[in-house]
Nanobody, 113 residues
């Protein structure tokens, strides 16, 4: 079955950076569009970014362009999200999502001084 396991979250100071990872299994990763979605405390789900199977086409929410970079390593069946210049409002649980049907358990990112 599909499994998506995120990692790389944690507590970071404002201005810091993190790289989130998502290990995927149970499907043909290299041909599958993948997404990152986040949910801040007391907020709804917010789509962050998506990437095509080959890693050549990427899309971002307008408010996140320039701060977030999505990428993938198909040899490792792993999806990544690089986040720079973190702000307190980036505090959220970040989810790796396949087709908006299959979700990982999420990884918590907390931005605080």
């Amino acid at each position: 079955q599909v499994q998506l396991v995120e990692s790389g979250g944690g507590r970071v100071q404002p201005g810091g950076s993190l790289r989130l990872s998502c290990a995927a299994s149970g499907f043909t990763f290299s041909t599958t569009w993948m997404n990152w979605v986040r949910q801040g405390p007391g907020k709804g789900l917010e789509w962050v970014s998506r990437i095509d199977g080959g890693g050549t086409s990427t899309y971002y929410a307008d408010s996140m362009k320039g701060q977030f970079t999505i990428s993938r390593d198909n040899a490792k069946n792993t999806l990544y999200l690089q986040i720079r210049s973190l702000k307190p409002e980036d505090t959220a649980v970040y989810y790796c999502v396949k087709g908006f049907v299959d979700w990982g358990q999420g990884t918590q990112v907390t931005v605080s001084s």
